[in-house]
């Protein structure tokens, strides 16, 4: 029976409602036929009972609207900090003050609640910012020792084997720098460093710099870029389009297709990737942008699974939003919006 609880007084209020409607408005028919402001004797004889009938029916239904928008307030709040929640945000809190018992118990096990997941992510951050802090020195260490290595006179099985340590320590250290820059970047609020730049030279800056990478595979690359000049941190997004950019190219196959568009509107900047490459399906494209995901389990393709994750971050401290669209074996297509100035 509990947990009918907050039905069962919804159900009451609602008739409490209806109730006092009704009895009120007959109180002022029978007030205006005492007080002889409405005829005692009507032409037509229902016409009092209709008219009761219908304020009755809309004095009730304004009721009504009231008790349900104050019933069903703080439910509404729930939906809206369950989403707030859901993208993430652990900061924030319920009323726990309410007339409602069971509303009031709903609010405190939700701020529990909260507080425990803002504890784990809190607890989960701190112990990989500092192993990955600490992993930093010896890694150097190791690469320094392996660079000299290979410069030493060797086996061709001993340059084998120091090529493979070298290029382990650079992934590693590679990985340790993207957890510290997103464990930054989580912590901050606003962008850095503004200043005004142009959009289409750093995309075209970033395509060139890859351009051993599309070359080896025979790409072709389509490229449509407007003129636009834009006021952010140039750093910052020259990481999203170096990472959608090598996305791209590492997914594409040999002689594939890779299309580049930015263009603008009067409140919006538009830049988007697409390319021919395997796609993804919609399993892989709920967590594509989660820290450490990675759809290829074999790790085949390389990769720490941090380059989406930072993209995503810093599109959000800029004010803007990546949607991605893919079909297996049809390539992938990810658009970024931009607040325009």
């Known amino acids: 029976m ?62 009504t609207l009231l008790v349900s928008r104050y019933f069903f307030s703080p439910i509404h709040q729930l939906i809206l900090a369950l989403k707030e929640v859901a993208d993430g945000n652990f900061a924030i809190f319920l009323p726990e003050e309410n007339h409602f018992t ?11 609640m909260v507080q425990e997941l803002s504890s784990m ?31 030493s006179p060797l086996s061709e099985e001993q340059k084998e084997y120091t090529s493979r340590i070298l290029d382990s320590c650079r992934q590693l250290t590679a990985l340790t720098g993207n957890i510290l820059q997103l464990s930054k970047l989580e912590n901050q609020k606003i962008v850095p460093e503004k200043h ?25 690359l ?3 870029l407007q003129e636009i000049e834009y006021e952010g941190n140039e750093s910052m997004l020259t990481q999203v389009w170096s990472n959608l950019l090598s ?24 830049v988007s990737f697409a390319d021919s490459g395997i796609g993804m ?21 390389h990769g720490n699974g941090l380059g989406l994750a930072l993209v995503r ?8 939003k990546i949607q991605v669209s893919s079909q297996p074996g049809k390539g992938t297509i990810f658009t970024i919006y931009l607040p325009a100035a």
Request: charge should be neutral; hydrophobic fraction near 50%.
């Open 222 to 224: 389509d490229i449509d």
């Open 102 to 112: 069971d509303i009031g118990k709903m609010n405190r096990n939700f701020n529990q």
């Open 247 to 270: 996305n791209a190219i590492k997914f594409t196959p040999v002689s594939g297709s890779i299309q580049i568009r930015l263009c603008s509107s009067s409140d919006v900047i538009l």
């Open 196 to 220: 005004l730049f142009s959009l289409d030279e750093q995309l075209r800056q970033c395509i060139l710099a890859m351009e051993p990478l599309w070359t080896q595979k025979n790409l072709l």
């Open 2 to 63: 509990r947990k009918f609880h907050l039905w069962l007084t919804f159900c009451f209020m609602i008739a409490i409602t209806f109730f006092f409607g009704f009895l009120l408005t007959g109180f002022f028919v029978f007030l205006g036929l005492r007080l002889h402001l409405l005829p005692p004797a009507p032409p037509v004889p229902w016409l009092p009972s209709i008219g009761l009938i219908g304020a009755a029916a809309i004095f009730s239904f304004c009721l």
């Open 313 to 320: 971050r810093i599109i959000c401290l800029c004010g803007g």
């Open 121 to 151: 992510e809190l607890l989960q951050s701190d112990f990989i910012q500092n192993v990955s802090h600490e992993f930093k020195t010896p890694l150097a260490a190791m690469e320094g020792y392996a660079v000299l290595l290979s410069s």
């Open 281 to 301: 399906t919609k399993e892989v494209q709920r967590h594509i942008f989660d820290k450490f995901y990675q759809a290829d389990h074999s790790r085949s393709v």
